[in-house]
């Protein structure tokens, strides 16, 4: 029961990363389903397009995510895949890093623990080019020398299950 648990979980990873990379081809499109959800990746986008507009640059990423347009991308992504078993927040740490912190809602002991980490790793591994490529997107408005993506999963009772840094 509990590997199907696990696999279900990481099955809804899967399903959140690849909402991530999802490009938006239509910018009048709405956002009336998950998958047309608007995403960080599509947040980093549509202030890419202002900050060209503008020529404005942003002096940290949190200068960056605490602009209105991010902000309200990040809260529909965040109200997008919360679930019951999982919770989502975006910030920066530091200067230069972007953070992507996803919560289990339930507390799993160290067996189930495990087995969560290793396909969570392996998630990442396959996936990690969604987060380089929002690391290398953000160099477009942000200025700083070398904008990071930091991946960050915990348990119930925050303690980190695993977490990966992308550049």
């Not at 809804?12 to 960080?40: E, I, M, Y």
């Not at 991308?73 to 912190?101: C, F, H, P, R, W």
């Not at 996936?127 to 070398?146: H, I, M, P, Q, R």
Request: proline letters at 2%; glycine letters at 4%; a negative charge.
């Amino acid at each position: 029961m509990k590997r199907i648990v696990c696999v279900l979980l990481i099955a809804l990873f899967c399903v959140g990363l690849a909402a991530c990379s999802k490009k938006q081809n239509d910018p009048g499109a709405t956002s009336d389903s998950a998958s047309s959800a608007a995403t960080p990746l599509e947040a980093t986008r549509a202030a890419e397009a202002d900050a060209k507009t503008s020529g404005k640059t942003y002096a940290t990423v949190k200068e960056y995510l605490d602009t209105p347009e991010v902000q309200s991308q990040i809260n529909s992504t965040i109200e997008s895949n919360k679930t019951d078993d999982m919770q989502m927040s975006v910030y920066a740490e530091g200067d230069d890093t972007l953070v992507y912190d996803y919560s289990f809602t339930k507390t799993y002991d160290e067996n189930d623990v495990a087995e969560l980490k290793s396909g969570l790793d392996k998630a990442l591994e396959e996936k990690g080019s969604t987060f380089t490529s929002v690391a290398g997107t953000l160099k477009t408005y942000v200025d700083v020398e070398n904008p990071k993506v930091k991946v960050v999963y915990r348990n119930g009772d925050n303690a980190v299950i695993t977490e990966r840094t992308f550049e």
